[in-house]
């Protein structure tokens, strides 16, 4: 069985944010001081998530970021692989590893994770591969462009078509490399590569998704979109991302990606509340 179906289907999924990285536009630098991981707080901060309604822990340590630069692959590995250690012994919960290189995912797979979330759909070579091997679960996203320089001057004559087409295209080559289709989940990819008419296009058509017949993943905690809404700086868009969150489950999203995971978890259950009663009509 799959980890998405191993984890509820009855409601939507919560996957918690844990940035190893100095630089990411939210949290960077308070999970990793100094130039090293801060252990003892990644666990504190992990077992509160999971209190809190977290159904899986995405752990990255490449900030994604408009303008960040990419890590070596040392780097990465050196934020990444001791916190998928860690948390594997420590709690029993699903892990998810936000990467896009090879090497990294097959020690991730080997300390405890059982989900890649790539942002590059497993481009890099030898990356649909491996996950065909592993048998792990992977989402899909769409990105325009790489993260140093995506935000420049994005364009798309269609935005929602070419992101579909995209996915789809990206999910065929992983069925045809024999990752099974219960073991995928696909992402838009609000923020990365998409200017603000962009994002909200395709939020407004965001069941189109859903004929790709996949769990669809939805990002946009704290992100500019919410910003360029509310006039509120990044530490001030709880409200706006919760709001934003709700309509993204309503248009079709599974699973949201969250910093703020007590109050979307909320957000979650009382959303789930009217669904079930307007069901029960």
């Given at each position: 069985?799959?980890?998405?179906?191993?984890?509820?289907?009855?409601?939507?999924?919560?996957?918690?944010?844990?940035?190893?990285?100095?630089?990411?536009?939210?949290?960077?630098?308070?999970?990793?001081?100094?130039?090293?991981?801060?252990?003892?707080?990644?666990?504190?901060?992990?077992?509160?998530?999971?209190?809190?309604?977290?159904?899986?822990?995405?752990?990255?340590?490449?900030?994604?970021?408009?303008?960040?630069?990419?890590?070596?692959?040392?780097?990465?590995?050196?934020?990444?692989?001791?916190?998928?250690?860690?948390?594997?012994?420590?709690f029993d919960c699903a892990l998810s590893v936000d990467t896009s290189q090879v090497e990294v995912m097959r020690e991730a797979v080997l300390?405890?994770?059982?989900?890649?979330?790539?942002?590059?759909?497993?481009?890099?070579?030898?990356?649909?591969?491996?996950?065909?091997?592993?048998?792990?679960?992977?989402?899909?996203?769409?990105?325009?462009?790489?993260?140093?320089?995506?935000?420049?001057?994005?364009?798309?004559?269609?935005?929602?078509?070419?992101?579909?087409?995209?996915?789809?295209?990206?999910?065929?080559?992983?069925?045809?490399?024999?990752?099974?289709?219960?073991?995928?989940?696909?992402?838009?990819?609000?923020?990365?590569?998409?200017?603000?008419?962009h994002n909200m296009a395709l939020m407004a058509n965001l069941e189109q998704f859903?004929?790709?017949?996949?769990?669809?993943?939805?990002?946009?905690?704290?992100?500019?979109?919410?910003?360029?809404?509310?006039?509120?700086?990044?530490?001030?868009?709880?409200?706006?991302?919760?709001?934003?969150?709700?309509?993204?489950?309503?248009?079709?999203?599974?699973?949201?990606?969250?910093?703020?995971?007590?109050?979307?978890?909320?957000?979650?259950?009382?959303?789930?509340?009217?669904?079930?009663?307007?069901?029960?009509?």
């Amino acid at each position: 069985m799959s980890l998405f179906e191993q984890l509820d289907s009855n409601r939507p999924l919560l996957m918690a944010i844990l940035n190893i990285t100095p630089d990411s536009f939210s949290d960077g630098g308070a999970l990793f001081v100094s130039g090293k991981t801060d252990l003892d707080s990644v666990l504190t901060k992990a077992e509160a998530m999971l209190k809190a309604g977290a159904d899986i822990l995405d752990i990255g340590g490449e900030s994604t970021r408009p303008g960040a630069i990419r890590p070596s692959l040392q780097e990465e590995m050196d934020r990444v692989i001791p916190v998928v250690e860690a948390l594997s012994r420590r709690f029993d919960c699903a892990l998810s590893v936000d990467t896009s290189q090879v090497e990294v995912m097959r020690e991730a797979v080997l300390s405890g994770a059982n989900l890649i979330n790539d942002v590059r759909a497993l481009a890099q070579e030898g990356a649909v591969e491996f996950v065909s091997e592993s048998g792990v679960s992977v989402c899909l996203m769409h990105m325009q462009g790489e993260p140093s320089s995506m935000q420049e001057n994005p364009s798309y004559a269609d935005p929602v078509a070419e992101v579909y087409e995209f996915l789809s295209d990206r999910v065929n080559a992983c069925l045809n490399a024999g990752i099974k289709r219960q073991n995928i989940a696909v992402d838009p990819g609000f923020g990365f590569g998409k200017s603000h008419a962009h994002n909200m296009a395709l939020m407004a058509n965001l069941e189109q998704f859903a004929k790709l017949g996949l769990p669809i993943l939805v990002g946009i905690s704290r992100k500019g979109m919410i910003g360029e809404i509310t006039s509120k700086p990044i530490e001030s868009r709880l409200a706006g991302s919760l709001a934003m969150a709700q309509i993204a489950l309503q248009n079709g999203a599974n699973i949201l990606r969250v910093h703020d995971v007590d109050e979307t978890c909320d957000m979650i259950k009382v959303w789930t509340a009217i669904e079930q009663t307007q069901e029960k009509q």
